[in-house]
């Protein structure tokens, strides 16, 4: 049976930040866990947990990286009910048309062009995502203390720091506000990217009209 067959619904959602130069590419996993799953009803507690953080060391070949995610991804209880959302910006995206090539066995894969627009919109297969719709939320549920984290987690705590570098600033011409970091003071936020693009893909309902936040 193939690995893309139906394992029952998306439980794991993946963010992919294709790293450049100098950039570390990262991989983050969160996970929506139902409580008392056997008796799902509209009162079901939902618990969202952030269960696997990693890093390919820097100039690792992107032909590399997706032979490693194949293998990953092949693993249980991943195979087949994970939802990966990629860094579709500047060479992410042919980064993201190899994964497609090499057919993960995941359930979906998502592009994601992160931008500095005010909307989310999809053009041409492409989701086209604010950076500040992808970083503010998390940055809301880190500050909440709502998304579980396991002791010990690997890169918790750059991904802590990455993610507390992040400032929101207004544009006094347009009135519009961005999220950004100061590369002198946290000169990464791969991680931070790939976590959004996480939970970014697990908040959202993809339908063919509209794109709705779910719990």
């Avoid at 963010?15 to 570390?24: F, N, P, R, V």
């Avoid at 000169?187 to 709705?212: C, E, I, K, N």
């Amino acid at each position: 049976m193939s690995t893309r067959a139906s394992k029952g619904r998306i439980r794991y959602f993946a963010g992919l930040d294709i790293g450049q130069l100098s950039d570390y590419t990262a991989l983050a996993i969160m996970e929506r866990v139902y409580v008392n799953e056997d008796a799902l009803d509209i009162e079901t507690q939902v618990e969202h947990r952030l269960v696997h953080l990693d890093r390919f060391e820097l100039g690792t070949p992107y032909p590399e990286v997706v032979d490693r995610l194949g293998v990953f991804f092949a693993r249980e209880p991943l195979a087949g009910r994970t939802r990966l959302a990629v860094d579709a910006t500047g060479v992410g995206l042919a980064v993201f048309q190899d994964l497609k090539k090499a057919r993960l066995p995941v359930r979906e894969i998502l592009p994601v062009l992160i931008t500095a627009g005010s909307q989310v919109n999809k053009e041409g297969g492409i989701w086209r995502v604010p950076k500040r719709d992808l970083v503010h939320p998390l940055r809301v549920r880190f500050e909440e203390k709502s998304i579980k984290i396991p002791r010990g987690l690997v890169h918790l705590e750059a991904l802590t720091e990455e993610l507390a570098g992040y400032e929101m600033k207004v544009n006094q011409k347009t009135g519009h506000d961005s999220y950004a970091n100061d590369p002198r003071e946290t000169p990464h936020d791969d991680l931070v990217l790939a976590t959004a693009l996480a939970y970014w893909s697990m908040s959202q309902r993809f339908g063919r009209r509209t794109l709705q936040m779910v719990r």
